[in-house]
Structure formats: C-alpha cells, structure tokens
C-alpha cells in the first residue's frame, strides 16, 4: 500500500460517505503489480455512486482482469468535501484498489458517456498532478485514452488525449494495454507507441492530425501528421457479441449506488432508425446475445450479488429476436425468488402487458411511453414510429390492467417544430386523462399522467447532425408556453431541463478542436459537475466561452449545409453521409423510414461488416 493510504486514515473520518474511496468490495481485484504487468485506471468523471453503476466499466474491469497482461484500477471523481480535504492534505487522486497514485499508473481511461461530464476529466487530471495535454506529458508520465460514445467526436478534447478508442471497446482496450505493456518491457518511445497504436482498429490519435480551415476559419478537412494514421478511423466493431464475455460477477459496492441491481446486455444497436438517436445509428448493426446466455449470465450475476434485481439493457428490447422466450425463462427464474425483473424499452403489446401484469402485480409503477413529440406529423419528421391508435390501444389495456400513471417523454426544439407540435404534448397529456375517466365511468380517480420535456440537441452520426438547436430564448418561450397549457390539465404535472446546459452540451456535441481552450479555461473558473444542476456554474462557462473567443451560436444555433464538414468526419461510423443526407431530407417531408430488420435501407454499415438483415455489402 502506498503512503497515500497512512494520509487517507487522517481525512476518511471527516468526509461524508467514506465508503466511496475505501474499495475492498466484494469482486473487486486485488493483484501484485508487478513489473511486467500493464497498470491501468479505469476514470469515471462523475462520482462513485453514478461510476459503479455504468455497466461498461464493469465489464472492461472484468475483461482487462482476466488478462496476464494487464491489471485495471479505478478512480472516480471525489465529491468536493473530499476534494477540499485531499487539497488540504496533500493528497494525489488514487485508484480505489490500491490507492497508488494515478500518476504512477502506465496508462488510465476515461469514459465519455456525456458531454457535461468533461470538466471532471481535467478536474480529475488535475487532482492527479498529470499534465492536462498530452504534448507537455513526458515518457514517463502515464498513456491517457478515452473511449465511449463521445468518442464518436474526440475533436474538444483532442489536447488532452494521446488516443481515443471509437465504438466498441471490450478488442481494442485490451489491445491497446497489451501495447502498453510491449512499451513499458521493452523500453520504446510513446510516439513509436501512437504509431503502432494508430493500426489498432477504431483507435484515433489526435496529434497525428491537423484541423485545416477556409479564409473564414471553417474547418474543411484535416491534415495528417504522421503517416501510420489512417484517412480515416473506422470504428470497431465486435461481430459476434454472444462470444464476448460478460461479467458473471460485479463489483459489489459498500455504499448506496443509483442502480444497484445485475444487468446483463441482451443486444447492442437498433433497427428503428430514429432520427435524433445517436446510439440508434453509431452502434448499427444489431448484435444479439442468444436467450441461453442471457440467462446463465443473469442467474450468475444474481447468485454472486444476492441482489433482488435483474435489468436487461438494449435500446428496445421487445426487438430481441428472442424475446418472448427470453422473458418467460428469466421470469421463470425470477418470481419465485422474489426478484425483480426489470425489462426497460418495452414496446407495448399484449406480450409486454403479460410479462409487466404477471411481475408487477397489484403494485403497479408508472408506466414509460416515450412518444418524444406532440402530434403524428413531427413524429414522422423524427421517425419515431409510433402511431396515436399505438399509443390509445396501449393505455386503454393499461388502464383495464390497473396502471395509474403514466409517464410520458418528450423533446422539444426538434427541426420544424411549430407551437401546434407544442400544444400537442399537452393535448396528448389531457386525451389520456380523458381515456382514464372514461373507462372509470366517468372519474379520473388516482390516475396520474406525468410528463417530462427535454431539449434537443443535434449529435454527431445522426441525420439532425446539421440541424440548429433552439436558442435558450426560444427554449424559454416553449416551456413558458407549455407551463400556461398545462394549467389547464388537471391530473397532468409537467417538468422541463434546463437550457443553458442542453446549449453546453449541443456546443460539445458539435464543436471541434478550439474548444480545448474553452475546457481549460472552464477548469480555471471553477466549472465541474456540470451534470449536477445544483453546481452548474454558468457564469463561469459563459465566461469561458467569451474568453477563448468561442462564437457558441455557430456550434450550437447554425443551421448547417446537409452533408458539410464536420469536426468528426476523420471517423467511419460505418454509416454513409449519403443515408444521414437522405435521412435529413426525408425529415424535412416528414416521410417516414420503415424498421431495416423489414428490409435494408441502405445505411452502409454492411460495407464493413456483416449485418443480420442487410447482409455484407461484395
Ligand atoms: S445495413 Fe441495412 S439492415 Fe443493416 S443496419 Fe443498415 S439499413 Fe439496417
């Protein structure tokens, strides 16, 4: 144990929640690190709470574990009373399992599952006394990667990292550490490292690449710098993940976490095609875990935590080839043993009611409708196929089966959005309420609906990725708006996101390498936590903004030529700009994309890969 520990002792009894830094859970790895073993820290830039429950870290730790050649750490951000009393100290960031500093590591990860998480990053560096961009780290100082699907646009963060690992993560991590660990026993040079590290599939390194820009500095294209580096980076991909592994045994926290229940990933990538979803689009094509798998690994999982719950994750899971079967065996496993099952992104037909009627039973909780806009033509614009007669059908069983709430998602700001599609979240809100009265004879009763409203924002990858957001006036108009409907909807309560971070994170969705400067000046005026609105400081970021000279209605409010250069085009994501071009024009016609599992669209991702229902491109 390093000396860091004997300091801990003194600070532990005076922070609250101590339990997040002490490590010592059951499943988590203890090893000797010896001299040819790769160390490496996996970061999360969030707290311990909301680190532990994010899956994917969960299952590279497990991977990167099982390996001779690597032992994986963690680190998460410290709450600010920690970070007050590490300050005072003298105490250096440190991975929970054996409190080495991170300095002190060969090479640590982060994670970029979103945009507001990226002043912790450097918050994080900081704590760790490791130099913020990559160029002023030397030979010694520790390899700093990123992954996740931020990675997807790497470009404002491209100073601070010596690689990203775009899309899937569980090959090239692993290949990335073993190369690490060739370095670190035979003595080569981190640029003879990027080099090698450049021909790993998906891995993006920044400084062999140089932004090029017109008269008026609109970023064209970029230059390479070094000829290992790909034109451009096509994301990795894993074939078949029914052969991947899987942890059978999570790390189980000492403390309350957000979610503290087993998972098993039941399938990745979506065949729906919404048309705002970047995880719909970069994690194309669908890849499946069979029914049998799903199952050991979830009685695994609930065996070696005693936990008493049990979610699957996938972006619509009732799309699961196997679904039916699927959901009777893990219920079969589940209700006698008093587990929950938790089967989120259900589409709502008889089945789905069955299963939610037979695990809920009387103790009905709300049930999840994401309609995402008010009226059928924007749905089209956005290809959200759900019809209104989907929507009624659907409550009507519910409301027979005993639900009492019902909790509606939707966005605004979407592109060609009027005030009528606005008017039509509540009208969808007051119609519900009337359906519910009317099967009650007459009274609404208990029935409840509740309705939350999110501010879009265009993503990289995704057909809208051109598309202006709305400005924080027009978003402030649009809630007012809906806050004056509402009123009238008695039995509807309404909440909204706030604005000025939905623009933030459309500004780092979109922006590219200049904002680097913004990042470090946001450090410097005491942004972090972003994520958390009670320590969002918007001062400090409007301040960061004007000083680096960043003109944020251009990332954020401009209206963008379809098909222009934007800062992410050095990736592949395996999807053709052409798609995403038609995808945008066909939205503005609000014509509609069928599901590709009824035959393929086109997309492109099969250039590359095999896809289930598109085949491989010859
Ligand atoms: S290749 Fe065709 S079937 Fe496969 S994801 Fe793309 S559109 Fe869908």
Not at 155 to 170: I, K, Q, R
Request: glycine letters at 8%; proline letters at 5%; charged letters at 25%.
């Amino acid at each position: 144990m390093s000396s860091v520990q004997s300091r801990l002792d003194l600070v532990l009894p005076r922070v609250e929640k101590p339990a997040r830094y002490i490590g010592g859970e059951p499943y988590s790895v203890i090893r000797e690190p010896g001299d040819d073993i790769l160390r490496f820290c996996f970061c999360f830039s969030d707290t311990y709470e909301i680190g532990m429950s994010y899956m994917g870290m969960q299952i590279l730790y497990n991977i990167l574990n099982h390996t001779d050649h690597t032992y994986c750490e963690r680190a998460f951000t410290p709450a600010e009373d920690m970070i007050a009393e590490m300050e005072k100290e003298g105490i250096p960031l440190f991975t929970i399992e054996t409190k080495t500093p991170l300095s002190e590591m060969d090479m640590i990860g982060f994670t970029l599952q979103y945009e507001l998480g990226y002043s912790n990053i450097l918050l994080m560096l900081k704590l760790a006394g490791i130099p913020l961009n990559a160029k002023d780290r030397g030979e010694d100082d520790p390899l700093v990667v990123a992954g996740g699907p931020c990675a997807f646009n790497p470009e404002p963060l491209a100073d601070f990292f010596d690689a990203f690992m775009v899309g899937d993560g569980e090959n090239n991590l692993a290949a990335l550490c073993e190369l690490a660990r060739e370095r670190k026993l035979k003595g080569f040079s981190k640029r003879e490292y990027l080099e090698r590290a450049a021909k790993i599939e998906g891995v993006y390194i920044p400084s062999f690449y140089e932004p090029e820009k017109d008269a008026d500095g609109r970023l064209t294209g970029y230059r390479k710098l070094n000829e290992a580096a790909p034109d451009r980076v096509l994301r990795a991909f894993i074939q078949d993940l029914d052969k991947e592994p899987f942890p059978r045994e999570n790390i189980g926290p000492l403390t309350e976490i957000v979610h503290d229940r087993s998972v098993v990933e039941i399938m990745r990538g979506c065949t729906r095609g919404c048309r705002f979803c970047q995880a719909g689009m970069i994690y194309r094509p669908v890849r499946e875990r069979s029914k049998e798998t799903i199952f050991e690994i979830g009685k695994d999982q609930l065996a070696s935590s005693g936990n008493s719950e049990l979610s699957v994750l996938s972006l619509s899971t009732s799309d699961h080839s196997e679904f039916q079967a699927m959901a009777e065996m893990l219920m079969g496993y589940c209700i006698p043993r008093k587990i929950s099952l938790s089967l989120p992104s259900l589409r709502l037909d008889n089945f789905a009611f069955k299963i939610m009627d037979e695990m809920q039973g009387l103790r009905k909780s709300g049930l999840t409708f994401a309609p995402e806009a008010g009226t059928q033509r924007l749905r089209d614009v956005i290809n959200k196929n759900i019809s209104e007669e989907e929507i009624f059908t659907a409550l009507d069983k519910a409301i027979e089966l005993g639900w009492n709430n019902v909790k509606l998602y939707f966005m605004i700001g979407l592109p060609t959005e009027t005030d009528e599609d606005i008017a039509g979240i509540p009208d969808l809100a007051q119609r519900i309420l009337d359906l519910a009265a009317y099967k009650n004879g007459g009274r609404r009763g208990r029935f409840s609906v509740s309705v939350s409203v999110a501010n879009f924002i265009p993503k990289p990858f995704t057909p809208f990725q051109w598309c202006a957001q709305n400005s924080a006036e027009e978003f402030e108009r649009k809630h007012q708006l809906l806050r004056k409907l509402f009123k009238n909807v008695k039995g509807a309560t309404f909440h909204y996101h706030e604005t000025y971070g939905s623009h933030l994170e459309a500004i780092f969705a979109r922006g590219g390498r200049e904002l680097c400067e913004t990042l470090r000046l946001a450090l410097d005026y005491g942004c972090r936590f972003d994520a958390w609105t009670e320590q969002f400081n918007e001062a400090g970021w409007r301040r960061a903004l004007a000083d680096s000279g960043i003109d944020d209605s251009y990332y954020a409010l401009n209206e963008l030529e379809p098909g222009s250069f934007m800062p992410w085009d050095m990736i592949d994501s395996g999807i053709t700009n052409e798609y995403l071009v038609s995808e945008y024009r066909k939205a503005l016609n609000a014509a509609t994309t069928k599901d590709c599992r009824y035959g393929c669209n086109g997309c492109g991702v099969n250039r590359h890969v095999e896809c289930r229902w598109g085949g491989i491109y010859e």
